[in-house]
């Protein structure tokens, strides 16, 4: 089996939506993208840490997924990343009311010795010295580096996280920050402009709206499924990247084409993460409901048309 690594937060959230509101929750960038990678036929590893405050049990849930965790470092006397967020009546935008780095302060990612020639690395929202730090750490080269980011990186540590773009293959990241990145009003302006920055590939997620994939002058766009409920969009966008990077690695295949496929893949899984709080819905998923609604996306996708 080809082998996925992933890097990123593990964490603790508090959310509130206008449906409810949850205490401490599993949450974290590598938790998602990790439990969105494993419906797919492969090895995966998350690198990050947590304190010695992470039950347990949700150790034990992701090993149970068939992730290795050998590269989760847990921290003696540590407290794990909090982070705590409202979203507003459109779920479209919100407001963070408590960060707390906590152990990731000092975050000095360790990279499991049988992942370091890993087929796929999927670098999730982390700092950008945090991110250059796992591909140092690589003994082979991936045959494909995804990266993942936001404008809070962009914001504070642009030079840094520049310096990780020119090493990547593939960015994902979400049209206003593609905008902020680019200089770029212009999504297909932004993309080209980026592909300049490093990466061959850019996909610029939507949220409702979809995804779009840019290589070269090529474009392809997935829309997202419409939902009658749609409760928690917390994580919807990892789990997008884990959908997309753990169907490439499953596949071998790393042609604008079959990219096309992954960013369908990762759009289903997205449409299943919204609709409970946190990761709860990914927890209790099972292969038959995402292959029912992959049919669901072909049918809402594909037509004839007479020219």
Not at 29 to 51: C, H, P
Not at 60 to 71: A, Q
Not at 148 to 153: G, H, S, V
Not at 172 to 199: C, F, H, W
Request: with cysteine; glycine share 8%; proline share 4%.
């Amino acid at each position: 089996m080809n082998k996925l690594l992933i890097v990123g937060t593990v964490a603790f959230d508090a959310i509130e939506t206008p449906f409810g509101k949850t205490d401490k929750i599993l949450g974290g960038a590598a938790t998602y993208i990790g439990l969105s990678a494993s419906f797919f036929n492969l090895k995966s590893a998350i690198v990050s840490v947590v304190g010695d405050d992470f039950p347990q049990e949700y150790l034990d849930l992701l090993s149970s997924k068939n992730i290795d965790i050998s590269g989760l470092e847990v921290v003696n006397g540590g407290k794990t990343f909090f982070w705590s967020g409202r979203y507003h009546n459109d779920l479209n935008s919100r407001d963070t009311l408590d960060t707390q780095l906590n152990v990731l302060a000092d975050f000095q990612p360790k990279v499991p010795q049988d992942f370091q020639n890993a087929d796929i690395v999927m670098l999730g929202n982390l700092h950008p010295l945090v991110q250059s730090s796992v591909l140092d750490q690589m003994e082979t080269q991936p045959k494909l580096v995804v990266l993942d980011t936001m404008n809070f990186w962009m914001d504070c540590a642009l030079p840094q996280l520049m310096e990780v773009i020119k090493r990547v293959d593939v960015i994902t990241i979400n049209d206003e920050e593609a905008r902020q990145l680019s200089g770029e009003y212009s999504l297909v302006k932004a993309a080209a402009k980026i592909q300049l920055m490093g990466p061959k590939y850019v996909v610029i997620k939507k949220g409702e709206h979809g995804a779009l994939l840019f290589h070269n002058k090529e474009v392809f766009f997935a829309p997202a499924l419409p939902l009658e409920e749609v409760f928690d969009p917390t994580g919807a966008g990892d789990t997008f990247a884990g959908g997309f990077a753990g169907y490439i690695t499953q596949s071998e295949n790393i042609s604008f084409d079959n990219m096309k496929n992954a960013i369908i893949q990762g759009s289903n899984l997205a449409s299943f993460c919204v609709e409970k709080f946190g990761t709860e819905r990914m927890v209790e998923l099972n292969k038959n409901d995402v292959v029912s609604r992959l049919h669901q996306f072909r049918s809402l996708t594909q037509f004839d048309i007479e020219l």
